[in-house]
């Protein structure tokens, strides 16, 4: 039987934010160390953390908000944990270990957990302050989005994950969508030219046509949007425009303080920040100079600190970056060193009518990276072979050819 310790005894940890990083943290914490700590969990949004990656479901209407919330308040209770949503932290005084809310409150602490996230960019572009200019990164997006109606010519500038799958919701609900990518590939932080080719065809099957090396310079409008020019003289009219043009780590707060910021809050193998006390995990943290920005390394990090937390031995060494996502209704992996240059090999299957793309990049026997499109299955034995490095020499044709391509040879 746990007997829970006495609140009055207990270490105060406060966690600002209360996202995936914040949930995954105090899910494994309390599992690990029951009534060590008397937990608040502050969030600025109005309702309790729900699942970012499944927001282009909701914007398609395939799910709605109350689908995607990650625990239901009954499970935060009896987890013994206090959340407190729609408020916002103002300041931090690291030295008296106090937040100010920003009603005017006040709260103490003893540890103190940054999950504060990261906001949506916006192109420093002359008319992107305009009405029916938007970006996609919460609800409250999500919300605005789905009231364009039918018809609406809405241009993504983007064509990353968020700008994928923000085309393919509004494509879902009936919307005229252009994709604008900068680069001359989607994805290219996770795909090679040949995927990436194959995606963009299976986009465009959906509905969105894409343009490529596509430089946005100026949304022109008299008192709303109503077209948009890029770098090579071309005018697209349109009557919405949504950035998904990345993310900025939210580290305002930690600076104000006195912490020590990069891009993101610098934390070290023990995710804590140059602030005795003070840590932080997910978007808005800074690891040996990289913000992964991702789902999964948050999720490692709420691991690592939960564990350290709760007195175990534990350090963060950092994450192999993978994508396994339903990308614009379509299957997509990528993990590790996915273009494979200099001396790795590189093992291509492809069959362009069926929409499938696999390629394993190996090195020295080792697999170090992959990309499937189509067809994901095996990806997650992928990713632990990538991440433990072991012989792959035995089981390559295996690896390679799944049953879809078996049955296209």
Known sequence: MTVLQDCRSREKLVVVGAGMAATRLVEELTNRAPGRYDILVIGDEPRLAYNRVLLSSVLAGELSVEDIELKPSQWWRAAGVEVLSGRKVIKIDAAARRLLLDNGESVDYSNLVLATGSRAARLPIEGADLPGVHVFRDVQDVEAMSRLKEDTRALVIGGGLLGLEAAYGLARRGVDVTLAHVMDRLMERQLDAAGADILRRLVEEKGVRVLLNANATRINGSSRVENVEFADGQTIPVDAVIFAVGIQPNADLARQAGLDVGRGVIVDDGLETSEAGVFAVGECAEHRGV???????????????????????????????????????????????????????????????????????????????????????????????????????????????????????
């Open 291 to 409: 913000c992964y920005g991702l789902v999964e390394p948050a999720y490692e990090q709420g691991r690592v600190l939960a564990m350290r937390l709760a007195g175990q031995d534990a350090s963060y060494g950092g994450s192999v970056v993978s994508t396994n996502l339903k990308v614009s209704g379509v299957r997509v992996f990528s993990a590790g060193d996915y273009l494979g240059e200099g001396d790795a090999r590189r093992i291509v299957c492809k069959d362009p009518r069926m929409g499938i793309y696999r390629k394993l990049v190996v090195r020295d026997d080792r697999l170090v990276g992959a990309i499937l499109i189509g067809d994901t299955s095996g990806a997650a034995d992928l990713l632990d072979l990538i991440r433990s490095g072991a012989d792959i020499s035995s089981q390559r044709d295996e690896l390679m050819f799944g049953p879809p391509m078996q049955e296209a040879a």
